[in-house]
């Protein structure tokens, strides 16, 4: 776009809004593009995405961990291009590569130029969460992203007050009810904050309840499901609660979730926050940053997942990137080139930091995790080795079993990942796979009729307990991979079960 047409757009823009900055924010989104592209064509299966592979072959209103959606996509992607985990993670490069477009737009929503809305977009894209979690296929990376389309259009509802907009973020929300059941947390605080610093309005719009009740319906298929299955979603927040004891729990739950927005973001962020309560242009919108810091307060309560919140950073970018440029306008030229310059050179750091980021070292060269901090803390990468070595082990196990065995064999796995595995895998060279961790326990209970359990990675008190006769018949350790999944597994040949597999399940199931 040359001077002359952005002149003539800041001219005739019958709203009042700043031009869009097109050029500069296609150039963005082509860079994050081609990053995430890059990105997915690495490695392999991330367990995650083998796992919504598996439950998308059982088709179901509900899981015990998340909606139907992510399984619905996956099984989608994989009928049109089988066994590709490339095409697999297409949609949401889309998602992800939307997402940074969007940030620039809630920038020229609140009244940023062309620089807000590039800032804006550019902190989205240097910071390798929020990035980099669109090159695998994911529920958080999904929910992340509809969050912010929710938010851009919860914007120009306080902008334009057009009450369609809070009836589209409704059936956003609908979307995502089903992938994650953390949405209502973000409307709750959103209706207090509103309430408490307006715009009261919001509260009164019927569009908005409408909205709302279209929710409920769309959700009762999966609340039912939960119902029937006594609510293991609300289970998983127990499970997840611990999970994060191991990077640090309460304490270190702030600055990791600030360390998600990367160094560019993270000035935004707070500085954002800052300019929504405090600037007098952005006073309309503040409801928003308080929504944010209640948001914190209930994950850090209930023990969330730092990442819980990452759904509204991309309005905080928005809103610090606008306060941060009319900041520069009000400075004398000296701090204004300091500042300008700080910028620029923060900017550069947080591109090269996300550039190392990327998957870009070939397999024989990334090293093993140190401890099991690490291996959580880098889990998108550990979690997509060691595949076809946990595949080979198990089928060579059941190859070593006589025909009268095979015929009575079953597969049980410790964890989901491996049951999702051997299912992507070899289904076809293997006896029916069980596992009764987190939401695959709910696929079915093994028969009683199975005299040969081939059990990967159980742990061998248990398999004393309840069967007659254990004996090791495989080892799967590769040297890239995840502890328990694919690295220091044992494949045990069990026969002899004490007592029913529908009393053993029942006890054995875990989230």
Not at 228 to 254: A, C, N, T, Y
């Amino acid at each position: 776009m040359t001077d002359t047409e952005d002149r003539h757009e800041l001219d005739t823009a019958p709203d009042g809004r700043p031009p869009l900055a097109t050029t500069s924010i296609a150039v963005v989104a082509a860079v994050s593009a081609g990053v995430l592209l890059f990105s997915i064509s690495r490695y392999d299966y991330f367990g995650d995405e083998l796992y919504f592979l598996a439950a998308g072959r059982r088709p179901s209103f509900g899981y015990a961990d998340q909606g139907p959606v992510l399984p619905m996509l996956a099984r989608l992607m994989d009928t049109i291009a089988p066994g590709s985990y490339f095409v697999l993670r297409l949609p949401v490069v889309a998602l992800t590569v939307l997402a940074t477009v969007l940030c620039a737009m809630i920038a020229r929503e609140l009244g940023g130029g062309r620089g807000a809305q590039l800032f804006a977009a550019f902190a989205y894209v240097t910071s390798p969460f929020l990035l980099l979690q669109g090159k695998m296929l994911t529920t958080n990376a999904v929910d992340t992203v509809l969050w912010a389309i929710i938010t851009w259009l919860v914007v120009r509802w306080v902008r334009t007050r057009r009450d369609r907009l809070l009836l589209c973020a409704a059936l956003v929300t609908a979307v995502d009810m089903q992938v994650k059941w953390l949405i209502p947390f973000f409307w709750i605080t959103v209706a207090v904050s509103a309430l408490v610093f307006g715009p009261r309005e919001l509260l009164r719009r019927p569009l908005l309840w409408l909205g709302g009740l279209i929710v409920v319906i769309a959700t009762v298929p999966t609340l039912i499901w939960q119902a029937r299955h006594d609510w293991p979603q609300l289970e998983m927040g127990m499970v997840i609660s611990g999970e994060q004891g191991i990077l640090g729990g309460k304490v270190m739950f702030v600055p990791l979730a600030l360390l998600t927005a990367g160094y560019l973001g993270t000035v935004l962020l707070v500085y954002g926050v800052l300019a929504l309560l405090w600037q007098v242009s952005l006073r309309p919108y503040r409801f928003l940053a308080v929504s944010l810091l209640l948001l914190f307060a209930i994950f850090l309560t209930i023990g969330g997942r730092v990442y819980y919140v990452a759904g509204m950073y991309g309005v905080m970018f928005a809103a610090g990137a606008v306060g941060l440029t009319e900041l520069a306008t009000r400075l004398r030229p000296a701090p204004r080139r300091l500042l300008t310059g700080g910028g620029i050179a923060l900017a550069a750091v947080a591109m090269a930091y996300m550039l190392m980021s990327t998957p870009w070292r070939d397999a024989a060269h990334v090293d093993p995790p140190v401890d099991d901090a690490e291996a959580m803390i880098n889990i998108g990468v550990y979690g997509e080795f060691g595949w076809p070595e946990l595949t080979t082990a198990v089928t060579d196990a059941y190859d070593s079993l006589t025909p009268d065995e095979q015929a009575g064999a079953i597969v049980v796995t410790d964890t989901y990942w491996q049951a999702s595995a051997l299912d992507q895998f070899a289904r076809d060279r293997l006896p029916p796979i069980y596992s009764p961790s987190r939401g695959y326990g709910y696929f079915g209970t093994p028969p009683d009729t199975a005299t040969v359990v081939l059990a990967v990675g159980v742990n061998e008190a248990f398999l004393r307990w309840n069967f007659d006769q254990i004996a090791p018949v495989g080892k799967v350790d590769s040297r890239l991979g995840y502890e328990g999944n694919t690295q220091n597994v044992t494949i045990w040949k069990c026969t002899g079960l004490r007592h029913p597999w529908s009393e053993v399940w029942q006890v054995w199931m875990h989230l």
